[in-house]
């Protein structure tokens, strides 16, 4: 959701620039086109930054600081640029300040767009990578056996139980993931099947790989 809310923010960013470039271009009929839009644009802005901040503050912890630091700064030039367009009178310097402050946001919030792709195909990278070995059961001691592994945007902490060279429970002790909560239930077809690399599930398969990852790695520790 929160990436949705940031695409609807760009895009009215890119209106308001449009009403911008509509103006200098003397057509009055685009001109006037972008000026109806202008105000329920802008409002329209404020409001997606505020929902796409609130739905990003339980991810943050899982993108990197280029990211959250450029996010936070555009969210804050946006209010900069609101409050003083509202408070100032003087109509020469509100209008100095909207152009200065709309080209400072939209340079923070290209900045912002291009360390998300740079972060997210880290993540997808290291996706990718991932390779589910089988360890060998019947080298393993009985025991309860704890391991993590971590891509970034979805982080796995289980805890792998093994008795008489079995695997008999798995627990999830955290599972840091956006949309792939559903990954869980994959341990349940591990213990049946008595492997680690089992059928990801649906709709879930990177959350399902670093489960893996994690139960693969909590069994290598023997």
Request: net charge positive; proline share 1%.
């Amino acid at each position: 959701m929160a990436i949705i809310l940031g695409y609807i923010t760009l895009l009215c960013l890119i209106l308001t620039v449009a009403k911008f470039l509509a103006r200098k271009s003397k057509n009055q009929k685009i001109n006037r086109f972008f000026w109806k839009l202008h105000k329920p644009m802008s409002g329209i802005f404020f409001l997606a930054c505020i929902a796409h901040l609130l739905f990003a503050i339980p991810v943050l912890n899982a993108r990197s600081i280029a990211v959250v630091s450029s996010g936070i700064f555009a969210f804050a030039v946006a209010i900069l640029l609101i409050t003083l367009c509202h408070v100032t009178k003087d109509k020469k310097k509100k209008m100095l300040w909207h152009r200065i402050l709309s080209v400072v946001l939209l340079l923070v919030v290209g900045i912002h767009l291009v360390t998300y792709f740079v972060d997210f195909n880290q993540y997808k990278n290291k996706i990718q990578e991932i390779r589910i070995g089988e360890p060998d059961l019947s080298k393993v001691s009985n025991g309860t056996y704890i391991g993590e592994y971590n891509v970034g945007y979805i982080d796995a902490k289980v805890q792998v139980k093994v008795e008489d060279k079995r695997i008999t429970d798995i627990q999830i002790l955290e599972h840091k993931t956006e949309r792939g909560k559903k990954a869980e239930k994959i341990v349940d077809a591990m213990v049946d099947q008595q492997k680690i690399h089992v059928d990801a599930v649906t709709g879930a398969t990177n959350s399902s790989l670093v489960i893996e990852k994690a139960c693969e790695n909590a069994l290598r520790q023997e």
